[in-house]
């Protein structure tokens, strides 16, 4: 699992601190992973299976419109195209009935998990629709302070709600691959 991890874009060492225990499928890590992580690691579901690694910079042109930079899309596999369109599945049910209802985007199908620490220190919804990945983390950056009745459900799925409808404004609509197709952009907010 840890290897499947690393090669979706989390860091394992950083986020286990060496420390490399079972309670990890479940989230128990020592330190804890980044929003970039987290929107990197679900596009991979996303992009069927294929994961691209973030990038903040699509392209640099210069003045008469030369391309100067274009970002890496290549992709690893990192899991099966059949397990992620299982995730896919599962995670729309999350947007479409569960706890994520307040993450929808209309128009577009959206697949995610909301989260929600002991004692509500950290809350978090992770999502993607086919062609952009983004977390939302709400929390205390001082520290591990209580906000009670905050939920991955509420504020951060409606952040994430509102950050999406903006980008996705002027993209086209799609569905989610059956196969990896590089198309697959990571974004956070925080």
Same mark, same amino acid.
């Given at each position: 699992m840890l290897d499947t991890m690393g090669r979706a874009g989390y860091d394992i060492e950083a986020i286990? @601190?060496?420390?490399?225990?079972?309670s990890i499928a479940l989230g128990g890590t020592e330190v804890g992973v980044t929003t970039l992580e987290m929107a990197s690691g679900?596009?991979?579901?996303?992009? @069927?299976?294929?994961?691209?690694?973030?990038?903040?910079?699509?392209?640099?042109?210069?003045?008469?419109?030369?391309v100067l930079y274009t970002r890496d899309d290549t992709y690893t596999q990192v899991i099966s195209p059949a397990n992620a369109s299982i995730m896919i599945s599962t995670m729309r049910?999350?947007?479409n009935g569960g706890t994520g209802g307040?993450?929808?985007v209309s128009g577009w199908p959206v697949a995610g998990k909301t989260g929600t620490s002991q004692t509500n220190v950290d809350a978090w919804f992770a999502g993607v629709t086919p062609v952009l990945s983004t977390a939302v983390w709400v929390g205390h950056p001082e520290g591990?302070?209580?906000?009670?009745?905050?939920?991955?459900g509420a504020a951060p799925?409606?952040?994430f709600s509102s950050f999406m409808r903006k980008a996705l404004a002027n993209i086209p609509k799609a569905d989610y691959p059956s196969t990896p197709h590089g198309k697959l952009r990571e974004a956070t907010s925080g």
């Open positions: 286990t @601190a060496g420390i490399h225990n079972p679900y596009g991979t579901f996303a992009n @069927a299976g294929g994961h691209i690694k973030p990038s903040l910079i699509d392209r640099i042109e210069d003045k008469q419109g030369n049910s999350v947007v307040r993450a929808a591990r302070i209580p906000m009670y009745g905050v939920t991955g799925a409606a952040v």
